[in-house]
Structures are given as structure tokens and as C-alpha cells.
């Protein structure tokens, strides 16, 4: 059974930190990466057009905060609540069988997810907290707008 690959040859790629093992082909340096370690591509510089690979998702971060706009405190309030928009969403988890399971999040829901989660990326113009990419399985529900 082969497994599709949503890369392609001259993509840019955002992989994990620690991932991918080092060789050398011709004399030029590559890395070699399994698909499960690419995060998503990336068209361009901002990180806000990055298109989430498998099941990630594209949060531009909330500034943390400890309770809702209705006032029920929220857990780890001393650290603030991971909150966010969803600002895309990668084509879903690859079932065995073939085919893909699709993430029932929407782009542009607010969600509350899993702390310390994801990988974070600086901040930009378009989203002043940052941006983190996370797997659908972190997120732990959407937030009903206020």
C-alpha cells in the first residue's frame, strides 16, 4: 500500500524542531523528514499562509487569559487559557484504509486547546500573540461566541 504525500518537489516545508535525519547526497547537505514530521508549507514569509499538512490546524494565539468574557475561570489561570482562531486546517488524518478523516473545526472557530501543545511561531502583524499549529487531537473544544 503506498501512502499519498501532500508535498511536492520544490515545496517549502515547516517540520518539527528535533526532526528529519541529516545526509549528504553529491556533496550537497539534505534532510530527510518522514511525513508525519512536516508541519505544514509555506507560501511565502508570513506565517499566517502556512497550509497545515495531515491533521494540524493553523491558530493565530489569543493573549492568555484566565476566564471567560461570561466570567467562568478557566483551568491553569495562573498561567493563562491557550485560546485561539482558527486560521486554517490541514486535509485530515489518513485513514488505514485509505481516504482521509476530515476535521470537523472550522476555520475562523475559537478554540481552547491542550497547553504546551503545538509548535509556536513568533508573532507578526496579523496576529499579534503568535501563531501555533496544533493536531486537531489537542483541541479540547470550540468556545460559543460572547
Known amino acids: 500500500m503506498t501512502t499519498p504525500v501532500d508535498v ?8 518539527s524542531k528535533y526532526a528529519g535525519t541529516e545526509v549528504t547526497v553529491g556533496g550537497s547537505a539534505q534532510l530527510v523528514l518522514k511525513a508525519e ?19 494540524r ?3 493565530a494565539k489569543a493573549a492568555l487569559g484566565s476566564k471567560t468574557s461570561g466570567g467562568i475561570l478557566l483551568p491553569g489561570a495562573g498561567e493563562g487559557t491557550p485560546t485561539g482562531r482558527v486560521c486554517a486546517v490541514g486535509p ?8 482521509r478523516e476530515a476535521i470537523p473545526i472550522p476555520v475562523g472557530a475559537s478554540i ?5 501543545a503545538g509548535l509556536e511561531f513568533e508573532a507578526d502583524d496579523a496576529a499579534p500573540a503568535g501563531y501555533v499549529v496544533l ?9 460559543a461566541k460572547a
Open 112 to 116: 481552547l486547546y491542550t497547553q504546551y
Open 135 to 143: 493536531r486537531s487531537d489537542d483541541v479540547i473544544c470550540m468556545l
Open 92 to 99: 485530515g488524518k489518513l485513514r488505514e484504509e485509505g481516504g
Open 37 to 55: 514530521d512536516v508541519v505544514g508549507t509555506l507560501e511565502g514569509d508570513a506565517f499566517g499562509a502556512l497550509k497545515p499538512y495531515g491533521d
Open 57 to 59: 490546524l493553523l491558530v
Open 8 to 15: 511536492r518537489v520544490g515545496d517549502r516545508v515547516v517540520y
